[in-house]
Every structure is written in C-alpha cells, then in structure tokens.
C-alpha cells in the first residue's frame, strides 16, 4: 500500500517517496504546448500539487515522471526558468502586506538571476525586470505559475480600501504577462475566486480561462475510475472493516464526497480529493473538507442579501454571473459556487443559465448546520439537540410536539437577528427539515398556487401554510381551497395538513392548526 498524498502539494516529493499519485499528466501535455491559463477550483481540491507537477515539467525533470502517461507522450524534455509564485502564506490583513509578501518572492528570484534591483522600483516593475532578465540569462522564455492569486482579496474581502489597493497593486504586477508576452514561453494562474478577474486581468486578453472547460472538468479533484485504480488497497482495508463489499464502500465515498461538477457537460463527476483520501486514510467518514474552513463571511453575504435558503439548492444563474462578472457583493451564490459549497446541477443552453445545488452531504449538512446558529443564534450543538427531537416528532406524526419544540427552538432567537421574519422562519423551517434528513421542498408549485412548504417522511407527506399576523385557521383554509393535497394523493403516504401563523410582533410561531 503506498502512503496516501495527506497534505502534500510537492509532486516531487509525492514522486520521489512511496506517495500514491493519481496521474494527472495526459492533461499537462495539452495545456504545455503554450499559452496563459487560468483555472478556479475550491480549496485544497489540488491547485498547488497541478501548478507543482508543471513547474517539475518545465524544469525538465523528465526521472519524475517515469511510468506516467507523459512518459510515453512528451519526447523533447526542455529546461525553463520556472518562477513560482506562492501567494498561499501569509497575513494579509493590514496596508503593505502584500508588497511586503511580492518584494520577498522578489528578492528570491533577483539573487537567483543576479540582480540588482532599484530601491524606487515598484514590485511590478521588479518584476518586469526579473522575466527579461531571466530570459537574456538563460537564453530561454520564462514559465510563469503563480498558486493563489486571490488569497490576499480572500482575506480582505470585508475591507474595501483594503481590498481596493490590493486589486491595484495586482492588477499593475500581472499586467506584465501581456507586457512581457515575448520573453513568456507559458504562464498559469490558480485561484478560489473569479469575482476580481475582470478589475485585475481587464488588460489580459491572453489569458484563457479554462475553469469551466469540459476538456479540463477533471484536471483537480478524483473521478471514480481514479479512486478504484489508485486506491484499490484502502477501499478494501475500508470494506474489511466495515465488513461490507467494495461497491458499497463507493457508494458511501460517492454519497458524501461525489458531486462537483465544474463545466456544462455533467458527464464527469469529480469528488473532492482531501475528503476522500482522509476517509481512506481513517476508514470514517467525516466531514473533512468542510472543517478545514468556516464560511462566516459567505453566510454574512446571504443574510444581508436575504437570500432565501432553498434557492441554494433549486436556484440558477446566468453564465456571466459565475464565470467572471464583478458580481461578488451582488451575486453572493456565484461565490458560494466558486468556494465549492455549491457546484453545477445543470445548465440551459437556451438561456445560458446553470442551475446550482449542493455537491453532496458532506457540503449540504455541514453548511446547514453552519448556518442554523446564525439565524436563531446558540450553538451548533443547541441546534442538533433540537434536530435529533425533530426528527422524532415527525417520525410518528406528533406535529403538536413538533410545532410546540418549534415555538421554543425560534423563542430563543436574539431579537436584531430577525429582518424579514416571513423570509427568516422559512429559511429556518426549511434549513431545520432538510438537516433532518427529509425530502424538503418550499414554495412548492401546483396548478392552483404555490405552497409554502412540502416535507416528506418514510409514512407522512406534510404540507405547510404560513400566514402572517393573520390566523392558523386562514393558513389551513387555503391548503384546502386551492386543494394542495391533489398532488400527493397516490404516494401512498399519510398526508397531514398544517396551518401556521406567526406574529411578527413576537417574531415567532403565534399558532397552528393541523388536520
């Protein structure tokens, strides 16, 4: 069994030691041949380990990649000056930090090429100096790779004139890829984001984005066919364990970490590769991607916009949206897509429109119950004691119980956190039934009006009316009026109708009625 890659972004380190390493190479040989790229991938979904493996290809050392499909496709080995930008470490939260962070890359690659560089010189023009310097001494173009373009705007992303000098700062130091397009024999970006590409690359039209290339879907990231080649040992250590056969430990892999889709062609399923191999690694699966960072300020972004919850999962967006507009502050979902909380569920050629959702359970039931505590406040351990006697209320058809622990779960709700209380208790009764387990579905269309809510349970199809300081009886009247049950006749299920209104001078559940 050779040792899984935990955390290691070196490809010759992976290559060198007894790493496993999914090969990757067939698609180096397609983007080597020349070019600017641009590709954006979640974090830790192997960004740095791609823009590794190209910097060792454009170093020539051919004795790494012995045995890999490049071995038997590439047969001119060349040596370039590599310069390889790192923009993953680092603080930036304060004025200068990012020059501080660019003048010491700078100063590696100026007493690597020996040069001597003015004290009045910008960290662009330093640069600019660097790749023709390179260039004359080696007597070969420069490769260019820079991991993390957009970390330094990640971390200021809530400080705008923070964030305004470090997009100048950017956009003045990458505008020496056109500049300096001759002394270039090839140059690759990686980021999370694109929500700056337009401010900081507007004079790059060289650079080609590739992040939602079908060519391209599968360059980051594990498609099945990889897992069972590469990992066939783990899988079936996994499998003894669990005393089950290897078909059902995929399907538990695919359940929780399968999903990400990331062009319009949803022929290749991409699972994210740090879960998959910590899983493998454990034989548990957990959440581990998701741990590895909060989305506190995302969840800020759909609260200030007043985003209604469902429309994570059942929402679309236009194609301009989410491959490059400005449209962070606007557009919070195009960010939540590019994070990798959401991915692509479909897209509609006629409208040029993608439809969005959750990639799996590992993203949707963490992100949920994130997000629970930042909207009836308490803690996450607050909300699943609420959750586990939820799921018992519905189980057995005790709405009364359900609506009562209800009450008491939204009475606990700091006051300033409620704007929109009709938006806000949706979100919550839907983030609550969805974290349950249920099949959810909110503002359910049918042939006579839309119904609030639909959750449906192995023996019971609820169906919820909402009504705002008006009464329980109003809400349960129109569930019959507009006969909403007339869908739900044939499953089979019990089909139970509730009624709810809620006070929006208590701001919360003021009573209900079920039948």
């Known amino acids: 069994m050779k040792i899984l890659p935990i955390g290691i972004q070196t490809f010759e380190k992976i290559r060198s030691n007894e790493y496993a390493y999914v090969d990757k190479t067939v698609l180096l040989t397609q983007l080597a041949k020349g070019g600017y790229y641009f590709l954006s991938r979640p974090r830790r979904f192997g960004k740095s380990l791609l823009l590794s493996t190209l910097k060792a290809y454009f170093q020539g050392k051919r004795e790494l990649f012995e045995g890999l499909a490049i071995a038997e496709l590439e047969k001119d080995w060349k040596s370039y000056p590599v310069l390889y930008l790192d923009l993953n470490t680092g603080n930036y939260n304060s004025a200068g930090a990012l020059e501080e962070r660019l003048g010491y890359i700078l100063s590696e690659w100026e007493e690597e090429f020996a040069i001597v560089p003015e004290k009045t010189q910008s960290v662009a023009t330093r640069f600019q100096v660097v790749i023709k310097h390179a260039t004359k001494t080696t007597g070969q173009q420069v490769v260019i790779l820079v991991d993390e373009y957009d970390k330094p705007l990640l971390q200021a992303i809530d400080n705008e004139p923070l964030l305004t000098e470090f997009r100048n700062i950017l956009k003045g130091f990458y505008s020496n890829l056109k500049t300096c397009d001759e002394h270039i024999r090839f140059a690759f970006l990686t980021g999370v984001t694109k929500f700056s590409h337009v401010s900081i690359f507007s004079d790059l039209n060289?650079?080609?984005?590739?992040?939602?290339?079908?060519?391209?879907?599968?360059?980051?990231?594990?498609?099945?066919?990889?897992?069972?080649?590469?990992?066939?040992?783990?899988?079936?250590?996994?499998?003894?364990?669990e005393q089950v056969d290897e078909d059902a430990i995929m399907g538990k892999l695919k359940a929780r970490y399968d999903g990400y889709h990331f062009s319009p062609d949803m022929s290749k399923d991409v699972y994210n590769p740090f879960s998959v191999l910590n899983a493998l690694s454990s034989c548990q699966l957990q959440n581990y991607w998701f741990s590895t960072g909060t989305p506190t300020f995302l969840v800020k972004l759909l609260k200030d916009g007043q985003y209604k919850i469902q429309d994570l999962s059942e929402g679309d967006i236009t194609a301009t949206d989410l491959s490059g507009k400005d449209s962070l502050f606007t557009e919070p979902v195009a960010l939540l897509y590019q994070t990798g909380y959401l991915t692509i569920k479909g897209f509609d050629k006629d409208f040029d429109s993608y439809s969005l959702g959750f990639p799996n359970k590992e993203v949707e039931l963490s992100f949920l119950r994130f997000l629970l505590p930042k909207y009836v406040g308490g803690t996450e351990n607050r909300s699943s004691f609420y959750i586990e006697h939820f799921v018992r209320d519905l189980r057995k058809g005790?709405?009364?119980?359900?609506?009562?622990?209800?009450?008491?779960?939204?009475?606990?709700?700091?006051?300033?956190?409620?704007?929109?209380?009709?938006?806000?208790?949706?979100?919550?009764?839907?983030?609550?039934?969805?974290?349950?387990?249920?099949?959810?579905?909110?503002?359910?269309?049918?042939?006579?009006?839309?119904?609030?809510?639909?959750?449906?349970?192995?023996?019971?199809?609820?169906?919820?009316?909402?009504?705002?300081?008006?009464?329980?009886?109003?809400?349960?009247?129109?569930?019959?009026?507009?006969?909403?049950?007339?869908?739900?006749?044939?499953?089979?299920?019990?089909?139970?109708?509730?009624?709810?209104?809620?006070?929006?001078?208590?701001?919360n559940i003021e009573g209900w009625e079920v039948r």
């Not at 080609?208 to 590469?230: H, V």
């Not at 709700?413 to 974290?435: A, G, K, S």
């Not at 959750?455 to 006969?483: C, G, H, M, P």
């Open 398 to 507: 005790d709405i009364d119980s359900f609506m009562e622990r209800m009450t008491a779960f939204l009475g606990d709700t700091p006051y300033e956190m409620i704007r929109d209380c009709e938006n806000h208790f949706q979100n919550v009764l839907f983030t609550v039934c969805r974290l349950m387990g249920y099949h959810t579905i909110a503002e359910y269309r049918t042939s006579r009006g839309r119904i609030d809510m639909v959750v449906k349970t192995d023996n019971y199809t609820y169906v919820f009316e909402f009504k705002f300081d008006k009464s329980a009886q109003e809400a349960l009247q129109q569930i019959d009026t507009k006969e909403y049950m007339i869908p739900f006749t044939a499953d089979g299920r019990q089909i139970v109708k509730i009624g709810v209104n809620f006070s929006k001078e208590t701001r």
């Open 206 to 241: 060289n650079l080609q984005d590739i992040s939602l290339n079908n060519a391209y879907a599968d360059i980051c990231g594990f498609t099945e066919e990889e897992i069972r080649q590469t990992f066939a040992p783990y899988i079936q250590k996994f499998a003894k364990q």
